[in-house]
């Protein structure tokens, strides 16, 4: 078993005014030679973007690009026609494949929003491009796993072109549970959204990120309540 | 030192919104070819020190640039972007490059 251990305090930081994100892996302006992908895990940020401020249009080719509302709510519009609002519970994915335009906009004047911006490396590269996205019961993930991005079209989650499965988990204090993986050859990537958690003898607190691969399930204890996002990405 | 940098790729917006990405950086200078005629013409006319792949170039253009490119210069670096915009273009230069 190999692991890699990101603290949330470590994380790259960008503050443009209107958007303050922390970013686990380099991206932009940021670029640390030791973080630069976990897998086919490329990026992983933490945005929170000021009310009625956001990403003008502008393009993508070739990234799977997920997107986590975990407060207030992202409208989101793009070259393909479409146009919605994403909220909490929503779970959004962007395969820009051959190229797409897209605009995030905080849809509230009034407050924050604040969401995961996940890129992972697309299986296949130029396909036609594709939107997505669902909304998940969050009651469906109290002290389990609840799958929320699958390779497999048609299933769980949002289809993703990757053989990637996100998964979402509300644990309670002093559950524990085990996550096998889908795929021999992937790894996980354990990002703590809330509480602190034990993943293979390794505390983990808020914000916390870490890698584990050359196994093949891992163990998972919320030492108080807590709620992770686990992503299963190959690492080749 | 400036560094001179061949971008190849399909799609008109993209390939403008990564030449004035590039070209806004001090020290970085790019130019494009949408197509394998123009970017084998421009990398005979001019030295380049890395040839970034955008999307939409097959895997065939990718192995005949690739074959063309490193018989007249060995050292080039040819990378593959992805995402197609400013997320990850600075880092794939500065990998590039380190």
Known sequence: ?236 | MQVNILVIGRHTEIMEVILRLINGEPNWQAVGALADDKAIALFNEQLFDIVLIGGGVKDESVATLTNRFKAKNPLIKIIKHYGGGSGLLFNEIQDALS
Do not use: C
């Open chain 1, 1 to 236: 078993m190999q692991t890699i251990i990101h603290r949330a305090n470590t994380r790259g930081h960008a503050n443009h005014g209107w958007l303050d994100s922390n970013h686990t892996f380099s991206f932009a302006h940021y670029y640390d030679s030791t973080r630069v992908h976990f897998g086919m895990l490329r990026v992983l940020n933490d945005d929170v973007v000021d009310g009625g401020k956001g990403f003008a249009k502008h393009p993508h080719d070739n990234m799977e690009i997920i997107s986590i509302p975990l407060s207030g709510d992202l409208e989101h519009k793009d070259s393909m026609g479409n146009t919605a609002v994403i909220k909490q519970n929503d779970i959004q994915i962007l395969s820009a494949g051959t190229g797409i335009y897209h605009s995030e906009y905080n849809k509230n004047n009034d407050k924050k929003v604040n969401f995961l911006q996940i890129w992972v490396f697309p299986k296949v590269r130029d396909i036609k491009p594709r939107y997505d996205q669902k909304t998940f019961k969050p009651e469906d993930r109290v002290n389990k796993l609840q799958v929320v991005v699958s390779p497999s079209e048609g299933s769980e989650g949002v289809w993703i072109n990757q053989d990637a499965w996100f998964s979402l988990g509300n644990l309670k204090k002093d559950f524990q549970t085990e996550y096998s993986f889908n795929l021999k050859g992937n790894g996980v990537y354990v990002f703590v959204l809330d509480g602190e958690v034990t993943i293979q003898d390794r505390k983990l607190t808020k914000r916390d990120g870490m890698g584990v691969w050359d196994i093949d399930s891992i163990g998972i204890k919320a030492d108080a309540d807590a709620q992770v996002l686990l992503m299963e990405v190959p690492m080749n």
